[in-house]
Every structure is written in C-alpha cells, then in structure tokens.
C-alpha cells in the first residue's frame, strides 16, 4: 500500500479516516453482546413449539415473483432494510447514497444494521416466515451458505424480475452473476463479496524464516500456539479440503471426512478457532497467522496495524457473496427491488467500495473510485478490487443440497471446534 | 409472621378467622409460586417437550417442523456426543467454587470482623468494578493478557516466564475468568452469615479458653456454613452453565456445555439436541442441590438466605 507515496501532498481519505477513527470491522464485538442472542433463542424457541404449519406459499390469484406479480406492485415509499453493522458508507452519522436514494425516488428508508451473525438473525426471522407472516423486512443481507439454500428451498424469498434490474445486467462482475447457489439470480443479488485466505504478522515470518506461501504453513509445528483458525465450520472445513486439493464445491462426504482428519492433526498447533474476533487475535499478536478474510485485514492496515499481510495461499482462496434478498411476504418489494437496481450504479456502487473495503460487485466502480473519489489507496489494492489473478485462485464453497447434507457437514467438522 | 407460620396449628382451627388465616401463607406465597410456574416450571415443561420431539421428515431444506415421538433417545446421544464438555463444565464449576471459597472467605472474614465503621465502603468497593458489563470485563482481560500485552511482555522481558509464554487460550485462563466474575457472589453472602455471628458467642467461646484457631474451627466456621452453601449455589450453578468466558478467554478444548448448547440451538438450528442438553445439565444439577442440602442440613439456612 506504500506505493502511492508519489501522489502525496494530498490525504486521502481512506487513510484519514483510518487515523481518525478505529474501524471495527463489521460482525465484530456486537457479536458478544451476547445477551441478545439468548433473547433472540428464546424467541425462535417458543416459536418452534408451535411452529408446524408448512410454509406459506403465494396468498394471491398470481404466482408471487412472475413478471405479472410485479406489474401489479406499487411503490409504497417506505424500505426497511437490515443490513450487517458498518456496512453502508456513513459520514457523521448518516448514508450519504441512501438521502440520494431518498431524494431521487421518494422512498424513505428505515435502515438498521441489525444482523451479526447469519444463523442467529435466521433464527430471528425463521419463526415468522415458517407460519406465513411477515418479517418485517423488505431487504437483507445474508450470505451464501446452509441459510440462504434453507430460505430458497422453503420458498421463503420473493423472486426478483431481472427486467427492473437493468443496471445489474449491465455492471454486475461475472463474479456475481449466476452463482452456483442461486442459478440465474432468481432470488439474489450480491450486495459485497470477500475472500476468506489467509493473514499473518512479522512473527509469522520470523518463526518460519521465510513469509508464508501455502495453506500447509498453518499446520507448520515451529507456528505451534500461534495458529488462528475459524469457528465457523463452513470456512473451516472448505479450507481443510483446499489444503488436501479438494476443489471444495464438488466435494463428497468421504472427503469431509479426509479433510477433518487433517484439520484434527493441526489442532495441537492451534490457538483457538475464531469468529469475528480473529482480527483482534491477530492484531494483539495471540496468533500470528491465521485465516482470514480480505477486507479484514486492509482495514487493519489502515487503522494502525500496517505490518498485517492478506495472503492469496497457493491452494486458493475462498469467495463468498453476501447477498440482497426479499423475503416472503415483505410488505413492500418494489422499494426493495428499486433499492437494488440503484446500489449497480457504478457511481453509488464507488462510494460504497470506498467505505466498505470489501469487494465490489461493480468493477466499473475502480475508475470512479480512483478518478472521482481520488482514493488511490482503495482502488489499487487487489483486496478491494481483485485482479484476474486473484479471481482465478478463487473457490467457491459447498452448497448444501438439504438438512441431511448439512447435518454430516456439521457431524464432521463441528466436534473439531467444538472440543 | 409467627401466626402464619403456625397457621395449621389446631387452636387457630377453632378460630373466628381461620379461612382468612389458613389461606394467608397461601396467598402470601403465591407470587412467588407463580413466579416459579411461569419462568421455571412451564419453560422446563416445554423444552422436554421439545427435546422428545422429531423433525418431520423432509426433503433437501424444506421446513416442516417438529413432532412429537417420544424420542428418549435423544438423551444418550446428546450425552455420547457432549459428555466430555458437560464433565469439563462440571469440573471447571467445582475448581471455580472451591477458588472462590479460599479467596472470599479471609475476605468477607476481615470486613465483617475488621471492617469497623467503613464496611459498607469494603463492600462497595469489592462490588464496583462489576457495574461494569461482564462481557467488557472479560473482553479487558484479553486485551491485558494478551501475548504482546503489558504483563506477558514484561514477565517475558524479566524472565520471569519463559518466551512463547501464553495465559490466554488455556485452561487456567477460562477458570481464572470465571473466578474472578464470581467473586462477589462467594463473598457477599459468607459476608452476610459473619456479619450476623453473636459476637458474645466468640467471646465465651475465648472465656472457656479456646485458642484463636479453635474459636475459629468449633465457633465461627460452623456458624458461618450457610453463608458457604448459599456462596457455592451462587457460585457454582451460573459458573457450570457460562460460556462467556470459555468463549473470549479460552482456546481449543475448553469448549463448556453453554457454549455446546448455544451452537445447537442458534448454528445447528437443532432444537430438539440442545433442549436435551439442557435438560440434563438442569435436571442433574438440581438433584446435585438436592443431595448436598440434605447433607449439608438446610434447615438453619432458611434464616440466612
């Protein structure tokens, strides 16, 4: 990130805002008000008691989602959007593109960063859509994974009429179109994407004598008590099977079990497995290499911790997608679908790059991010913007056919955390 | 209070009143019997319920809920799976009870016997830094402990501790953490018993020529033990069942039950699998009460707590 030295003389603003603020990145901490998750259980709890009814289906004469289903919605001037915490541009407390948003449509938004962690907001919201009713929300974010395929499956999203997504057909990545988990984009668009790979520190290289290079560097015992690995068992696992070349979206239940094995052989060097908190492992020099997701590790070096380095593993890195998504029921869909089409400007799409410092669906974003918002910083790092090289080396995860699938995943991998 | 109390006693049969008087301690206790049924009996009704129940059989993601087999089974395999986190539980708990009895005890000994006018002040003062959320609390122990933190940094640079050195992620620091989080709940009532000794009772005690380690032996600490048994069930109880600390101060295998529990219900999204194991964790520590307030006689403890 050093080599924008030749265009100083002016601060940019990434880099003050780094200064100025210590960014947490989001799913951080908030995870830990940890109260809330026994009130969200709570919740999904007494409803499951009584959760039995199938699910709702459409109520009206035409099929929710066709192209005729839409024609007949109207704009309702109102959005109530949950997205994850600091991940929407903010300047003084407000979001600069939703007043945009506001001013251009007329539709207000009711914006709350309300989800920390996928499965439990799913919790929160499966109760409500198991007996048919409504969410309460017209967007959210979640990722791909067991959650988003239960909310398809179930029938539990509205699906989206690309024909009033005409800005996603024009500026989406190849990246994001068609995803493995949702063909066609029936049901999503991606809001920001990552890359789950691998972070280290100085020490890391001073120990190995030589920076790290593969996956096969955290299971290296001169790293032992100083290796971070992710509680979550979906990362965890895929990259179990990336170390051992297992392309992880086409992998079978005999080579969980293979990977799982390995991961087992790693745990003695292992310091903890992680969520979010990983970050702040790695920051406070608890680990010192560890796995890591891209946006992470750019936002450490811009608040203080420069010396922290994202690495592209030679087996590959992961991607995954956090996705917009309407779920059933939602009381206004054509604000929400509005909403979508206008976050594929490549103008707004810019702005939120440059406060989010994840990965864009929008590569036309780079120009205007580096021209127009002259934040060289963002626009040239391939964490923001990947370049070809970098989406080569990309996998993309397992999707889970069904409950029984998921269940062996779980059977597999969890006990290695969970120990 | 008295009459109450008495209230079957066959001389207030004959009574005037005696609907009124036979139905008081009824009435009196009914708030809190309503209390008990509704947080207590009927939740721990529901998730048996919900743990002898099975997911109707599906297909791929689709949802249908549960219903409800009988499904006893789920007992064992919850206990095959997670037995070995729910006798870490157990065994953490108890190492926690007894470090918080041998720190607490001179503790709450010094300020009910010592403390003098400024009592009041001791106790404020043990119990200020918890106005502060435990979570933020525990969170401000990693960052004090961590590797390149002041402490291990500077026990490093004196070599007091060897290099590589680590506290977080281990055991010691899981238990220390909880320790150190149950502290008040040991001291305040083991405070409480001390504080109510009839200090003419020491003084005789000293007449009849008892040195100062029998007057402690024979008088104040058999006095003092329902303070030690209302300390370990406030200790104890929430130490097995914490998943906090294992969580922000621990590393790999010192993974409690809460923590098992919590990834059932909100990840595995496995209801019937974690309201079994809750369940047992409930049911054996209530027996576990039951026996050692028998052995321990409760019976004086009524007064205390």
Redesign the interface.
Known sequence: MNDDRSDEGRIDSAFLRGVTQRRLSRREVLRYAGTGVGAAGLAAFLAACGAKSPSPGGTTSVAVGTPDWWSKQTQAGILNFANWPYYIDTSKGEHPTLETFTKNTGIEVNYRPVINDNAEFFAKIKPFLQQGKDTGWDLMVLTNGPQLSELIANNWLIPLDLSLLPNFTANASPLVKDPAYDPGNKYTVTWQSGFTGMGYAPEAVQALGRAPTSLADLWDPRLKGHVGMMSDNTELGSIGLLKLGIEPSTSTPDDWTKAAAELEKQKPLVRGYYGQPYINQLQDRNTWISQAWSGDIFIANQSGYPELKFLVPKEGVMIWHDNMMIPALAQHPLDAITYMNYAYQPLVAAKLADYIWYVTPVPAAKDIVLNQLQDPTVAKSPLVFPDTAMDQQAHQYYTFKGQEDLTEWNNTFEPIIQS | MEQYVRADHPVLETGKTRLGKRLAPYALTAPGALWLLIFFLIPMG?ML??ALET?VQ??????????FTWHFGQFGEAFRL?H??LFRSLNYATIVTILTLVVGYPVAYWIAFYGGRRKTTYLFLLLLPFFVSF?IRS?AW??IL????IVIRNLERWHIVPS?F?I??TTTAVIAGITYNALPFMILPLYVSLEKIDRSVVEAAKDLYANKRDVFLKVILPLSVPGIFAGFLLTFVPAVGDY?NA??L????T?MIG??I??E???????PMA?ALAFILMVGLLIGILIYGRVLGTRQIEEYV
């Open positions: 529901a319920v919900l997911p599906t297909t791929g993601f689709v949802s249908r809920g549960y219903q997670y070995t986190q979570v969170l990693q960052f961590s590797d390149d933190g590589g680590h977080l992620s906090v969580e922000i621990g590393g790999t295998g993974t923590n098992v919590q990834f219900f909100l990840t595995n999204n496995d209801y309201s």
